[in-house]
């Protein structure tokens, strides 16, 4: 049994490295204070993002969607921040994680020019989120689906 014991270690050791963060997500801010986060997508892909409460999608940038392979389902009208309205194609995320949730085949929509993506409502609108001094801390809610 102990001829077990440290393969069985190693093994452990490298899920818990590997595996996305299961807890608060540790906040970072631009120098323009937006709040950024650490997302990891499909369990395996971490990117930092801004927290967008108002975004009523999650918009990756076009490095992430080839990184993720997303595959493109359209596209649709946006009207972003300085009130343009650009057509960006839109796609899905098997999952997004972060803060302690993990929600299952979230909307993302894809924007070329962004340098970095915005963690939007197609994720948050299902999670319950408080920010606590340097960190966010996310609950999944209940849905009849799961």
């Not at 395996?44 to 990184?67: E, H, R, V, W, Y």
């Not at 389902?73 to 309205?85: D, K, L």
Request: glycine share 8%; aromatic share 6%; with cysteine.
């Amino acid at each position: 049994m102990e001829a077990l014991a440290l393969p069985i270690f190693l093994i452990l050791m490298a899920l818990t490295i590997h595996l996305p963060q299961r807890g608060p997500a540790k906040i970072s801010r631009t120098r323009g204070g937006s709040v950024v986060i650490n997302v990891t997508f499909n369990q395996n892909k971490t990117f930092p993002m801004i927290l967008d409460t108002g975004a009523d999608m999650t918009i990756i940038t076009q490095k992430m969607a080839s990184a993720l392979k997303v595959e493109q389902m359209g596209a649709i009208p946006f009207r972003v921040a300085n009130n343009q309205v650009v057509l960006w194609p839109v796609g899905m995320v098997k999952s997004v994680e972060v803060g302690g949730a993990l929600v299952d085949n979230v909307n993302v929509a894809i924007a070329p020019e962004r340098s970095m993506g915005l963690l939007g409502q197609s994720f948050l609108a299902k999670c319950d989120y408080t920010i606590e001094g340097d960190v966010l801390k996310c609950t999944r809610k209940w849905t009849p689906e799961g």
